[in-house]
Structure formats: structure tokens, C-alpha cells
């Protein structure tokens, strides 16, 4: 089993820079590859990015493609996501998850373990 914690929210003006990262327990944290999501008020969870378990393939939603870069240290257990050129679009609760299976899923459904979520708010 794993369980994830988010951390690294925050308000936050428009145009700032924040570092998502998710702490991980378990033995087992190098074989699942990671997602972040978020979800804002009203809307559905979206995908944001996805590391595979290695960290050596990267995914991203078009929306924050060129501003966000998710990364992985499997010997701490961590996966972040540094967020730059936030925009008031990207206020949203940020959830990281974990996926041992080997598809790409970039969407909610199929992930094994989820964390609480941090939230992040921009104000323009």
C-alpha cells in the first residue's frame, strides 16, 4: 500500500512560481508511476502531469505544457511539481496519484492511491 501527501500550496499573485511536491510511504514507490491533478470549484478533476516510474517519461496537459515540470527522487520518495507562470486558470486543488499499472492513464480513473490534495490560489 501507499499513501501520498501533498504539500507546497499556497495564494500565490499571478505570475509566481510554487513547488508542488508528494511524499510517498512504502517500499514499493519506485514501481508506480505518478499523476497530478487538480480540480477546481465546479469543474471535474483534470490531468495536469504524469511521471512514469523510472521518471524517464514525462506527460502533460496542453493547458500547462512549457510552464510546469513534474520530477521524481525515488530514493526520498518524492514526486514534485515545479509550476511557473502561474495564472489565476490554475487556482484549483492540485492531488497527486499513484498508478501501478502500465498504461499511460492520463485521466483519474484507474489510479490505485490518491492523496489529500493542497490547494493553490492565484489572485490577479
Known amino acids: 500500500q501507499v499513501q501520498l501527501v501533498e504539500s507546497g500550496g499556497g495564494l500565490v499573485q499571478a505570475g509566481a512560481s510554487l513547488r508542488l511536491s508528494c511524499a510517498a510511504s512504502g517500499r514499493t514507490f519506485s514501481r508506480y508511476a505518478i499523476g497530478w491533478f487538480r480540480q477546481a470549484p465546479g469543474k471535474e478533476r483534470e490531468f495536469v502531469a504524469r511521471i512514469s516510474s523510472s521518471g524517464g517519461s514525462k506527460y502533460y496537459a496542453d493547458s500547462v505544457k512549457g510552464r510546469f515540470t513534474i520530477s521524481r527522487d525515488n530514493a526520498k520518495n518524492t514526486v514534485d511539481l515545479q509550476m511557473n507562470s502561474l495564472k489565476p486558470e490554475d487556482t484549483a486543488v492540485y492531488y497527486c496519484?499513484?498508478?501501478?499499472?502500465?498504461?499511460?492513464?492520463?485521466?483519474?480513473?484507474?489510479?490505485?492511491?490518491w492523496g489529500q490534495g493542497t490547494q493553490v490560489t492565484l489572485s490577479s
Open positions: 496519484a499513484a498508478d501501478s499499472g502500465r498504461i499511460v492513464r492520463l485521466t483519474p480513473n484507474g489510479y490505485d492511491y
